[in-house]
């Protein structure tokens, strides 16, 4: 980003309905143009916010990182030099630079470390924090020549390499890849040493703008697809299976057709990771059926559901992916060799990424880090481990959901389910997950922060409830959450998400039922506004009330038990 594309961005108006998003820029240097870059970045990255960058104070980043954490900030960014390590390896600093001085920069650096390690551990355990580590090159202080590390340099860049990996280790702490950063800002055009002198703002224009850029993804927090829909022939494999035999496709080094291998390689890694992994393809079933299950196949053919193979167009067999999968279009990614089938997949489909396998190993590296890129997630869950085994039994439930309602009762008695309920007034990394990235079932569609549900959970008279759920199939995990406010008659529910894996169960009904019952109301308001995307709570709603809501939806006990059928699961409240 140029930094009048950087300006022109902040001159735009917040939409009407925007929600106020502050971000901490704690560092020890003049912000400046990051500053400017930070904010920028965010706006592109939350249109419906209205944000606000923060900086702190000139040359204590310490303090900066400590007054972040007890603000109300949603966020902070942390952006650390060599001199907020120790001011002798900045520029602005003079004395130091003898031989007997490096051994003491090096400890003194150690400790500082220490200190802002322990700052930002504090700091965490009330909101995410971005940090990017030291990204200048050193000054020439080292008794060896500039093109050999020597021992003090490379403790000391060993000392900052086990402090970004202890803070990775932190919840909500993320680290900026500095490989990533190389192929975006070249080492030798990062420092500006006039405006480091002249400003004590020590990056180009060109490196700001570069390290703003990451620090707002993280920031952000782009929702990862869920799924993966691929072909097969000469995508998965090298060859056509119809033409040269299930034994004579290939995906090796020997065959000259590695990016293959690599390719599911890959996708091995996406499927231990939660990702769905479906097969769209016009093939024939059987020979398909005899491919993926060859002993060398380096995917585990029971990580992959569906496989949908036949002659008709390939949107039909990926529309029959998505409705086993649940998932809206815009949560999963299509891979194929042909632009041509691409290019359908996105018109059938708005919203789902379709992306072709490159047709040269000079472009595979590109295409291997883009789909990282759509997947990435910060820590792999329980619940992304029970995804796919969930998603097989949720199929079943759907399924039996279309019989009639005495057929459904009794499937859903034989299922064994069992729901625990868990009462809180603090926040959880799972519950803010699906808050933030559930869709289809879910109230208003309101996204909160870490920080912004911190404040919320503050007030005595709200509580956030979260549910968990197992049956015969296997346990699910955490899949509901919703923060109750008010007491007496003026309960309500202000959020509301449950998991699609959980969907045709009826855990929403356990959930209404659990919330009268819990807080002895007969009437619930439910703070309901209609998105794109969540159908299934103005159906449910209608069901029970008889009515299309059309805003918040005020809900009796007595019209709740009228309209809800037989609830069947067995129901524990944790520490009860």
């Known amino acids: 980003m140029k930094l009048v594309d950087a300006l022109e961005i902040l001159q735009r108006p917040a939409a009407d309905n925007a929600s106020p998003f502050s971000v901490s820029l704690a560092c020890g240097f003049e912000p400046l143009h990051l500053r400017t870059f930070l904010a920028a970045e965010l706006i592109e990255r939350l249109p419906r916010a209205r944000v606000e960058v923060a900086p702190g104070t000139f040359d204590d980043l310490l303090g900066n990182v400590a007054r972040a954490g007890r603000s109300s900030a949603d966020a902070i960014a942390v952006v650390i030099e060599w001199p907020e390590i120790d001011p002798r390896l900045g520029l602005r600093r003079l004395g130091g630079w003898s031989v007997s001085d490096v051994a003491d920069i090096v400890e003194a650096a150690a400790l500082q470390l220490e200190r802002l390690e322990h700052e930002l551990a504090s700091a965490s355990s009330a909101k995410p924090i971005a940090v990017c580590p030291p990204t200048l090159p050193l000054p020439p202080l080292f008794a060896e020549r500039p093109v050999q590390s020597g021992a003090q340099e490379l403790r000391l860049r060993s000392a900052v390499a086990g402090f970004a990996e202890r803070l990775g280790r932190f919840g909500r702490v993320t680290v900026c890849s500095l490989q990533r950063l190389d192929e975006c800002s070249p080492p030798a055009r990062r420092r500006d040493v006039q405006a480091e002198l002249s400003a004590g703002f020590p990056y180009s224009v060109a490196h700001a703008s570069a390290v703003a850029a990451l620090l707002a993804t993280l920031i952000a927090g782009a929702t990862p697809r869920k799924g993966l829909i691929t072909d097969l022939d000469d995508t998965l494999w090298a060859g056509i299976a119809g033409e040269v035999g299930a034994e004579n496709v290939s995906w090796g080094l020997d065959s000259a057709s590695q990016r293959h291998g690599l390719y599911q390689q890959l996708l091995a890694s996406l499927a231990s990771a939660g990702v769905l992994i479906g097969v769209a393809t016009r093939n024939d079933p059987a020979l398909v059926a005899e ?286």
């Open 291 to 576: 491919v993926l299950g060859r002993a060398d196949l380096l995917i585990p053919a029971d990580a992959i559901f569906p496989v949908e193979a036949g002659w008709g167009p390939k949107s039909g067999l990926i529309e029959r992916i998505l409705e086993a999968w649940n998932v809206a279009p815009d949560a999963v990614v299509v891979v194929d060799d042909d632009p041509l089938e691409l290019e359908a997949a996105r018109d059938a489909f708005p919203g789902i990424e379709a992306v072709q396998l490159p047709g040269d190993d000079d472009s595979l590296w590109r295409f291997l880090t883009h789909l990282r890129e759509l997947f990435g997630k910060d820590a792999v869950t329980d619940e992304d481990r029970l995804r796919l085994r969930s998603i097989r039994s949720g199929s079943v439930f759907r399924e039996r959901a279309r019989s009639s309602d005495a057929h459904h009762d009794d499937f859903l008695a034989r299922a064994g389910g069992a729901i625990e309920f868990s009462d809180s007034d603090t926040a959880s990394d799972r519950a803010l997950e699906l808050i933030n990235k559930t869709n289809q079932f879910n109230l208003n569609g309101e996204r909160l922060s870490a920080a912004a549900l911190g404040r919320a959970l503050d007030d005595s008279g709200r509580r956030l409830i979260t549910a968990s759920y197992e049956d015969r199939y296997g346990p699910l995990g955490t899949v509901v959450a919703l923060v109750v406010s008010g007491a007496a008659n003026e309960l309500a529910i202000d959020t509301w998400v449950m998991s699609c894996r959980a969907f045709a169960r009826r855990l929403e009904h356990h959930c209404l039922r659990y919330v009268f019952d819990r807080f002895e109301v007969e009437e619930i308001t439910l703070a309901y506004r209609q998105t794109d995307r969540n159908a299934p709570v103005g159906e449910l709603l209608t069901t029970l009330t008889g009515a299309i809501p059309e805003g918040p939806v005020h809900l009796t006990r007595k019209a709740f038990d009228e309209g809800t059928p037989a609830l069947v699961h067995r129901v524990t409240e944790a520490g009860r």
